[in-house]
């Protein structure tokens, strides 16, 4: 595996990268101290992804990793820990939201800074008062979480998340796998990884025989756009397929990205073309400065409803939510709303109970 090298900076950032007053606000007013409106999440891009982006500000690739001011705009109802992550941490790095699988936060950093990052309460270093540790999991906290699970049978899965897990070596990430698979030799494990889009170069041969190993064990990547599959990233996914580990996808719905039914249904089919099974289309979290990328719940109907209609039910993968104020995923259509009042509309969670999801105004 080679080191990973990021750019960090907007002075390394390459010349076609012109920035907007915006951009530039954003660069400037970070290196000018500490800022007043926390989290800030951190600028990190690959030389591999900025080289994807184009000289336009409005640039798929370009949005989703190059920060503008509008990251401070910060709306009523926005949390630092939207999904209340915190409340469902019975030990350090580790989040049990769902009785039968749980999560690991292997650590908070990512090749690529997601503008979009619903978690930025931790990655990247992460928001004052944040009860997770930041870094990368020791092989103690690693071995007290398999514990935990051996405890509980009802866990079938184990996610290992962040940040991105593939910031790890992969001789760490092999060892905190291998103590996940002590569990039991059906206990699912599911690596939750955008390196395939972020930085290909990462997904080795000998990394996919290492977790060949470790199987049954999926990963579950984050293409957002038809744009990020190149032929680097293409081969990245067959390394993994051709090693026997299958891929699953979960895309982030978002403004002026992918919000729109013709391009998804491209990202989705060629996903299928790939072997890659598109899981989950997000709608966004009411994570603070994203309401620059969050769609209308309305518009996200629709474009939910043409698509089912360009797309074959493999193809198609679940419209969920996150419902804010800790009530968990949910699939959604018009269907599952209940009613809508005061610019809300209200969905029942998996466990019965009222939460509420904003409009967008
Ligand atoms: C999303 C999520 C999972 C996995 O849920 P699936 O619906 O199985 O993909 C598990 N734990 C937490 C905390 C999550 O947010
Ligand atoms: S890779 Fe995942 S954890 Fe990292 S910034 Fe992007 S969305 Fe957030």
């Known amino acids: ?11 390394k950032l390459p010349p076609q990268i012109r920035l907007t007053p915006g951009e530039a606000e954003w660069f400037d007013r ?20 900025i080289d994807l982006a184009g000289d336009s500000p409005a640039d798929p690739v370009r949005r989703q990793c190059v920060p503008t ?16 992550e915190q409340r469902y941490s019975p030990l350090p790095r580790l989040i049990h939201r ?3 699988r749980v999560l690991v936060l292997t650590t908070d950093q990512c090749p690529v800074y997601c503008r979009h990052c619903f978690r930025r309460y931790f990655t990247g270093g992460g928001a004052r008062g944040n009860s997770n540790p930041g870094g990368s999991i020791t092989a103690a906290e690693m071995k007290e979480i398999a514990a ?3 405890n509980r049978r009802e866990i079938r899965e184990i996610l290992f998340s962040g940040g991105d897990p593939l910031m790890l070596s992969d001789r760490k990430l ?9 569990t039991g030799d059906d206990t699912v494990l599911r690596l939750c990884t955008r390196a395939p889009v972020t930085w290909p170069q990462r997904i080795t041969p000998e990394l996919a025989e290492g977790l060949a190993q470790l199987r049954p064990l999926w990963t579950v990547t984050q293409y957002n756009h038809p744009k990020e599959l190149t032929a680097e990233s293409r081969s990245a996914a067959e390394t993994l397929i051709s090693a026997g580990i299958p891929v699953a996808n979960q895309t982030v719905l978002l403004r002026g990205i992918n919000d729109d039914p013709d391009v998804l249904a491209r990202l989705f089919h060629d996903l299928l073309t790939l072997g890659i099974k598109p899981y989950y289309l997000f709608q966004g979290d009411l994570a603070p400065g994203t309401s620059q990328f969050r769609v209308s719940l309305d518009k996200a109907f629709a474009i939910v409803e043409r698509l089912q209609n360009l797309l ?6 679940q419209f969920a939510v996150d419902l804010p104020g800790g009530g968990g995923k949910v699939r959604l259509s018009r269907e599952s709303v209940e009613f809508f009042s005061d610019g809300r509309y209200h969905i029942r969670s998996m466990e019965g109970e009222l939460f509420s999801y904003p409009e967008e105004d």
Not at 1 to 11: K, T
Not at 36 to 45: C, G, I, M, T
Not at 74 to 82: K, S, T, V
């Open 1 to 11: 595996m080679e080191p990973i090298e990021q750019i960090r900076s907007a002075q």
């Open 174 to 182: 092999l060892r905190t796998m291998e103590l996940a698979r002590k």
């Open 69 to 84: 001011a509008g990251e401070w705009d910060i709306r009523p109802g926005e949390e630092a820990d939207p999904l209340y």
């Open 148 to 150: 935990y699970v051996r």
């Open 30 to 49: 970070t290196a000018s101290g500490p800022l007043v409106r926390v989290p800030n999440l951190p600028f990190a891009v690959t030389p591999y992804y």
């Open 312 to 317: 074959s039910g493999l193809s198609m993968p």
């Open 98 to 100: 769902y009785a039968n």
